[in-house]
Protein backbone atom coordinates (compact mmCIF):
# COMPACT_ATOMS: atom_id res chain seq x y z
CA UNK A 1 0.00 0.00 0.00
CA UNK A 2 1.16 3.75 -0.69
CA UNK A 3 0.85 6.57 0.91
CA UNK A 4 -2.12 7.56 2.86
CA UNK A 5 -4.24 10.57 1.39
CA UNK A 6 -6.59 12.69 3.89
CA UNK A 7 -9.38 14.37 1.59
CA UNK A 8 -10.80 17.14 3.63
CA UNK A 9 -14.00 17.61 1.85
CA UNK A 10 -16.46 15.61 -0.52
CA UNK A 11 -14.50 15.90 -3.21
CA UNK A 12 -15.59 14.54 -7.54
CA UNK A 13 -14.60 11.31 -7.63
CA UNK A 14 -12.68 11.37 -10.62
CA UNK A 15 -9.25 12.07 -8.68
CA UNK A 16 -10.24 9.32 -5.61
CA UNK A 17 -10.61 6.82 -8.27
CA UNK A 18 -7.15 7.76 -10.21
CA UNK A 19 -5.65 7.54 -6.97
CA UNK A 20 -7.36 4.36 -5.79
CA UNK A 21 -5.96 2.95 -9.05
CA UNK A 22 -2.05 4.10 -8.39
CA UNK A 23 -2.62 1.97 -4.82
CA UNK A 24 -3.01 5.07 -2.41
CA UNK A 25 -4.87 4.59 0.32
CA UNK A 26 -7.42 7.11 0.54
CA UNK A 27 -9.91 9.01 3.85
CA UNK A 28 -12.71 10.00 2.43
CA UNK A 29 -15.48 12.44 4.33
CA UNK A 30 -19.26 11.86 4.33
CA UNK A 31 -19.96 15.02 5.98
CA UNK A 32 -19.44 17.82 3.67
CA UNK A 33 -17.80 20.79 5.60
CA UNK A 34 -14.75 21.89 6.84
CA UNK A 35 -12.97 20.64 9.69
CA UNK A 36 -11.59 22.58 12.58
CA UNK A 37 -8.58 23.45 12.93
CA UNK A 38 -8.27 20.83 15.93
CA UNK A 39 -9.92 17.81 13.82
CA UNK A 40 -7.61 18.75 11.13
CA UNK A 41 -3.94 18.29 12.73
CA UNK A 42 -5.88 15.40 14.29
CA UNK A 43 -6.69 14.07 11.30
CA UNK A 44 -3.75 15.15 9.10
CA UNK A 45 -1.57 13.37 11.62
CA UNK A 46 -2.56 9.94 10.59
CA UNK A 47 -1.90 10.45 6.94
CA UNK A 48 1.00 11.20 4.62
CA UNK A 49 -0.26 13.98 2.48
CA UNK A 50 -3.65 15.93 2.20
CA UNK A 51 -5.76 16.61 -0.61
CA UNK A 52 -7.40 20.15 0.32
CA UNK A 53 -8.94 23.00 -0.45
CA UNK A 54 -10.03 27.02 0.48
CA UNK A 55 -11.94 25.82 3.18
CA UNK A 56 -8.79 24.56 5.17
CA UNK A 57 -7.22 26.76 6.95
CA UNK A 58 -3.64 25.20 6.45
CA UNK A 59 -1.72 27.87 8.62
CA UNK A 60 1.60 27.73 10.13
CA UNK A 61 0.44 26.01 13.80
CA UNK A 62 -1.54 23.09 11.30
CA UNK A 63 2.09 22.61 9.50
CA UNK A 64 4.33 22.58 12.30
CA UNK A 65 2.05 19.88 14.04
CA UNK A 66 2.23 18.19 10.42
CA UNK A 67 5.53 18.36 9.61
CA UNK A 68 5.02 14.89 8.54
CA UNK A 69 3.06 15.25 5.54
CA UNK A 70 5.20 14.78 2.17
CA UNK A 71 2.90 16.85 0.38
CA UNK A 72 0.00 19.55 0.52
CA UNK A 73 -2.37 18.90 -2.91
CA UNK A 74 -4.57 21.92 -3.30
CA UNK A 75 -8.02 21.46 -4.94
CA UNK A 76 -7.82 24.95 -6.29
CA UNK A 77 -6.32 27.57 -8.20
CA UNK A 78 -5.51 30.04 -5.32
CA UNK A 79 -3.62 28.93 -1.98
CA UNK A 80 -4.17 31.51 -0.06
CA UNK A 81 -5.53 29.58 2.51
CA UNK A 82 -2.16 27.72 3.03
CA UNK A 83 1.16 28.95 4.55
CA UNK A 84 3.33 28.34 1.81
CA UNK A 85 6.54 29.82 3.23
CA UNK A 86 6.11 27.28 6.04
CA UNK A 87 5.51 24.72 4.37
CA UNK A 88 8.23 24.76 2.10
CA UNK A 89 10.51 24.83 5.17
CA UNK A 90 9.48 22.34 6.42
CA UNK A 91 10.26 20.77 2.66
CA UNK A 92 6.52 19.98 2.02
CA UNK A 93 5.83 20.24 -1.33
CA UNK A 94 2.52 22.16 -2.46
CA UNK A 95 0.33 21.65 -5.33
CA UNK A 96 -2.36 23.55 -7.00
CA UNK A 97 -4.81 23.43 -10.04
CA UNK A 98 -4.20 26.38 -12.38
CA UNK A 99 -6.41 26.12 -15.99
CA UNK A 100 -8.99 23.70 -14.89
CA UNK A 101 -11.43 26.44 -13.93
CA UNK A 102 -10.72 29.45 -16.20
CA UNK A 103 -13.51 29.15 -18.54
CA UNK A 104 -15.91 28.61 -15.35
CA UNK A 105 -14.81 31.53 -13.70
CA UNK A 106 -14.68 33.63 -16.92
CA UNK A 107 -18.46 32.90 -17.04
CA UNK A 108 -19.14 33.39 -13.61
CA UNK A 109 -17.55 37.15 -13.82
CA UNK A 110 -19.28 38.06 -17.20
CA UNK A 111 -22.99 36.78 -15.74
CA UNK A 112 -22.37 39.04 -12.89
CA UNK A 113 -21.22 41.61 -14.83
CA UNK A 114 -24.13 41.38 -16.71
CA UNK A 115 -26.84 40.88 -13.39
CA UNK A 116 -25.40 43.75 -11.83
CA UNK A 117 -25.89 45.98 -14.37
CA UNK A 118 -28.96 45.26 -15.41
CA UNK A 119 -30.05 44.88 -11.45
CA UNK A 120 -31.18 41.01 -12.12
CA UNK A 121 -30.67 39.67 -8.55
CA UNK A 122 -33.14 42.37 -7.28
CA UNK A 123 -35.33 42.13 -9.74
CA UNK A 124 -35.82 38.22 -9.53
CA UNK A 125 -36.45 39.11 -5.73
CA UNK A 126 -38.85 42.05 -6.68
CA UNK A 127 -40.84 38.59 -8.50
CA UNK A 128 -40.66 36.64 -5.74
CA UNK A 129 -42.14 39.49 -3.20
CA UNK A 130 -44.96 40.05 -5.73
CA UNK A 131 -43.79 43.29 -6.26
CA UNK A 132 -44.56 42.77 -10.19
CA UNK A 133 -47.24 44.65 -10.43
CA UNK A 134 -46.94 46.00 -14.22
CA UNK A 135 -44.24 46.95 -16.95
CA UNK A 136 -43.06 49.87 -15.38
CA UNK A 137 -41.18 52.63 -18.42
CA UNK A 138 -38.92 54.14 -15.76
CA UNK A 139 -38.62 51.65 -12.58
CA UNK A 140 -35.41 50.37 -11.99
CA UNK A 141 -33.48 50.73 -15.23
CA UNK A 142 -30.29 49.48 -16.02
CA UNK A 143 -27.13 50.18 -17.97
CA UNK A 144 -25.58 48.65 -21.15
CA UNK A 145 -22.19 47.55 -22.00
CA UNK A 146 -21.41 48.11 -25.94
CA UNK A 147 -18.00 49.86 -26.21
CA UNK A 148 -17.59 50.44 -22.62
CA UNK A 149 -14.01 50.30 -21.19
CA UNK A 150 -13.30 46.86 -19.08
CA UNK A 151 -10.30 47.26 -16.80
CA UNK A 152 -8.75 43.55 -15.96
CA UNK A 153 -7.27 43.98 -12.45
CA UNK A 154 -4.40 40.84 -12.86
CA UNK A 155 -4.63 39.73 -16.42
CA UNK A 156 -3.91 35.68 -16.15
CA UNK A 157 -5.59 33.30 -17.74
CA UNK A 158 -9.02 34.28 -15.86
CA UNK A 159 -8.71 37.47 -16.54
CA UNK A 160 -8.05 36.63 -20.66
CA UNK A 161 -11.16 35.09 -20.70
CA UNK A 162 -12.97 37.23 -19.93
CA UNK A 163 -12.02 40.03 -21.57
CA UNK A 164 -12.33 37.76 -24.49
CA UNK A 165 -15.91 37.76 -23.35
CA UNK A 166 -16.11 40.82 -23.20
CA UNK A 167 -14.70 41.64 -26.48
CA UNK A 168 -16.69 39.81 -28.45
CA UNK A 169 -20.12 40.23 -26.66
CA UNK A 170 -19.69 44.08 -26.57
CA UNK A 171 -16.67 45.23 -28.40
CA UNK A 172 -15.13 46.13 -24.73
CA UNK A 173 -12.02 48.29 -24.95
CA UNK A 174 -9.36 46.54 -22.60
CA UNK A 175 -7.27 47.95 -19.88
CA UNK A 176 -5.67 46.37 -17.49
CA UNK A 177 -3.61 45.98 -14.64
CA UNK A 178 -0.77 43.55 -14.11
CA UNK A 179 3.33 43.26 -12.68
CA UNK A 180 3.93 41.97 -15.95
CA UNK A 181 3.12 43.04 -19.71
CA UNK A 182 0.50 40.61 -21.87
CA UNK A 183 1.19 40.66 -24.82
CA UNK A 184 -1.27 37.63 -26.62
CA UNK A 185 -3.53 40.19 -25.12
CA UNK A 186 -2.06 43.29 -26.31
CA UNK A 187 -2.22 41.55 -29.89
CA UNK A 188 -5.13 39.29 -30.35
CA UNK A 189 -7.51 42.02 -28.23
CA UNK A 190 -5.81 45.15 -28.27
CA UNK A 191 -5.66 45.49 -24.58
CA UNK A 192 -3.45 48.17 -23.01
CA UNK A 193 -1.33 47.99 -20.03
CA UNK A 194 -2.48 50.77 -17.31
CA UNK A 195 -0.90 52.01 -14.27
CA UNK A 196 -3.64 51.73 -11.18
CA UNK A 197 -4.73 54.66 -11.10
CA UNK A 198 -5.57 55.03 -14.92
CA UNK A 199 -7.75 51.71 -14.68
CA UNK A 200 -9.19 52.88 -11.89
CA UNK A 201 -10.40 56.31 -13.80
CA UNK A 202 -11.18 54.49 -16.83
CA UNK A 203 -12.63 51.62 -16.62
CA UNK A 204 -16.54 51.39 -17.18
CA UNK A 205 -15.91 47.77 -15.34
CA UNK A 206 -13.36 46.50 -13.57
CA UNK A 207 -13.02 43.04 -13.07
CA UNK A 208 -10.65 41.08 -10.45
CA UNK A 209 -8.70 38.40 -11.24
CA UNK A 210 -5.65 38.33 -8.96
CA UNK A 211 -4.18 36.02 -6.48
CA UNK A 212 -4.73 37.26 -2.70
CA UNK A 213 -1.22 38.02 -1.66
CA UNK A 214 0.12 40.54 1.11
CA UNK A 215 0.10 43.40 -2.27
CA UNK A 216 -3.43 42.83 -3.37
CA UNK A 217 -4.82 41.94 0.00
CA UNK A 218 -7.14 45.68 0.24
CA UNK A 219 -6.33 47.17 -2.60
CA UNK A 220 -9.73 48.33 -3.24
CA UNK A 221 -10.68 50.72 -0.53
CA UNK A 222 -12.24 53.67 -0.25
CA UNK A 223 -9.45 55.62 -2.06
CA UNK A 224 -9.60 53.22 -4.79
CA UNK A 225 -13.49 53.21 -4.78
CA UNK A 226 -13.33 57.35 -4.73
CA UNK A 227 -11.21 57.76 -7.98
CA UNK A 228 -13.25 54.80 -9.80
CA UNK A 229 -16.16 56.43 -12.14
CA UNK A 230 -19.73 57.06 -10.76
CA UNK A 231 -21.40 55.15 -13.62
CA UNK A 232 -18.42 51.71 -13.28
CA UNK A 233 -19.49 48.05 -11.88
CA UNK A 234 -17.21 46.45 -9.59
CA UNK A 235 -16.66 43.03 -10.50
CA UNK A 236 -14.70 39.97 -7.76
CA UNK A 237 -14.36 36.88 -8.67
CA UNK A 238 -11.03 36.82 -7.32
CA UNK A 239 -10.92 36.73 -3.62
CA UNK A 240 -12.80 39.06 -1.04
CA UNK A 241 -10.27 40.15 1.03
CA UNK A 242 -8.72 42.27 -1.90
CA UNK A 243 -11.66 44.18 -1.68
CA UNK A 244 -12.53 46.12 1.51
CA UNK A 245 -15.63 44.90 2.12
CA UNK A 246 -17.00 47.87 4.46
CA UNK A 247 -15.58 50.63 2.06
CA UNK A 248 -17.09 49.02 -0.88
CA UNK A 249 -20.37 48.69 0.76
CA UNK A 250 -20.04 52.83 1.81
CA UNK A 251 -19.04 53.47 -1.79
CA UNK A 252 -22.12 51.78 -3.43
CA UNK A 253 -24.31 53.53 -0.89
CA UNK A 254 -22.99 57.02 -1.36
CA UNK A 255 -22.77 55.80 -5.17
CA UNK A 256 -19.17 56.68 -5.60
CA UNK A 257 -19.63 53.73 -8.07
CA UNK A 258 -22.84 52.71 -9.70
CA UNK A 259 -22.74 48.61 -8.74
CA UNK A 260 -21.26 45.56 -8.10
CA UNK A 261 -20.89 41.57 -8.83
CA UNK A 262 -18.94 39.46 -6.65
CA UNK A 263 -18.74 35.90 -6.20
CA UNK A 264 -16.51 36.59 -3.44
CA UNK A 265 -16.66 37.93 -0.02
CA UNK A 266 -14.84 38.94 3.02
CA UNK A 267 -15.91 37.39 5.34
CA UNK A 268 -16.99 33.97 3.16
CA UNK A 269 -19.32 33.00 3.73
CA UNK A 270 -21.12 36.26 3.52
CA UNK A 271 -23.84 37.07 6.56
CA UNK A 272 -27.36 36.80 5.69
CA UNK A 273 -27.65 40.23 7.12
CA UNK A 274 -25.07 42.01 4.92
CA UNK A 275 -26.67 45.28 3.53
CA UNK A 276 -25.14 44.54 0.07
CA UNK A 277 -27.44 41.92 -0.31
CA UNK A 278 -30.33 44.45 -0.16
CA UNK A 279 -28.73 47.01 -2.98
CA UNK A 280 -30.90 46.69 -6.07
CA UNK A 281 -27.35 46.84 -8.03
CA UNK A 282 -25.58 44.47 -6.72
CA UNK A 283 -25.68 40.70 -7.49
CA UNK A 284 -23.64 38.61 -5.06
CA UNK A 285 -22.61 34.17 -5.37
CA UNK A 286 -21.40 31.69 -3.11
CA UNK A 287 -18.46 31.51 -4.32
CA UNK A 288 -19.08 29.24 -7.23
CA UNK A 289 -16.52 30.71 -9.78
CA UNK A 290 -15.22 26.76 -10.41
CA UNK A 291 -18.65 25.45 -9.81
CA UNK A 292 -18.71 23.28 -13.25
CA UNK A 293 -18.86 19.68 -13.63
CA UNK A 294 -16.14 20.00 -16.32
CA UNK A 295 -13.97 22.54 -13.97
CA UNK A 296 -13.99 20.22 -10.94
CA UNK A 297 -13.97 17.56 -12.35
CA UNK A 298 -10.41 18.47 -14.03
CA UNK A 299 -9.78 20.13 -11.03
CA UNK A 300 -9.89 16.79 -9.02
CA UNK A 301 -7.87 14.99 -11.21
CA UNK A 302 -4.95 17.84 -11.64
CA UNK A 303 -4.88 17.05 -7.95
CA UNK A 304 -4.70 13.24 -7.89
CA UNK A 305 -1.93 13.75 -10.98
CA UNK A 306 0.13 16.19 -9.15
CA UNK A 307 0.24 13.47 -6.24
CA UNK A 308 1.06 10.55 -8.34
CA UNK A 309 3.28 12.27 -10.11
CA UNK A 310 5.89 13.67 -7.02
CA UNK A 311 5.71 10.10 -6.08
CA UNK A 312 6.20 8.21 -8.96
CA UNK A 313 9.43 10.66 -10.71
CA UNK A 314 9.94 13.82 -8.14
CA UNK A 315 8.02 15.59 -10.58
CA UNK A 316 5.00 18.01 -9.89
CA UNK A 317 3.27 19.10 -13.03
CA UNK A 318 1.69 22.05 -11.12
CA UNK A 319 4.06 23.16 -8.17
CA UNK A 320 3.21 26.56 -6.21
CA UNK A 321 7.31 26.62 -5.55
CA UNK A 322 9.04 24.30 -7.96
CA UNK A 323 12.38 24.75 -5.82
CA UNK A 324 10.75 23.12 -2.94
CA UNK A 325 11.41 19.75 -5.17
CA UNK A 326 15.14 20.49 -5.71
C1 LIG B 1 -9.90 28.68 -6.90
O1 LIG B 1 -9.63 27.70 -7.60
O2 LIG B 1 -9.05 29.30 -6.27
C2 LIG B 1 -11.31 29.10 -6.84
O3 LIG B 1 -11.53 30.19 -6.05
C3 LIG B 1 -12.18 27.93 -6.42
O4 LIG B 1 -13.39 28.16 -7.03
Not at 80 to 87: L, T
Not at 112 to 135: D, E, V
Amino acid sequence: MKQKVLLTRVYPDKGIQILKEAGYEVTERTDDRPFEQDELIAEAQKHDILFCTLSDKIDKHVIQQCSHLEHIAQFAVGYDNIDVEEATKQGIPVSYTPGAMTEATADVAFGLMIAASRKMFFQHKNILSGNWKTFSPTADLGIELKNKTLGIFGLGRIGMAMAERCKGAYNMDIIYYSRSAKPEAEQKLGARKVDFDTLLQESDVISLHTALTPETKGVFDKRAFEKMKSTALFINTARGAVHNEKDLTEALKAGLIWGAGLDVTDPEPMSPDSPLLQMKNVAVLPHIGSGTIEARTKMSEMAARNIISYFDNGEIPFAVKPEVLK
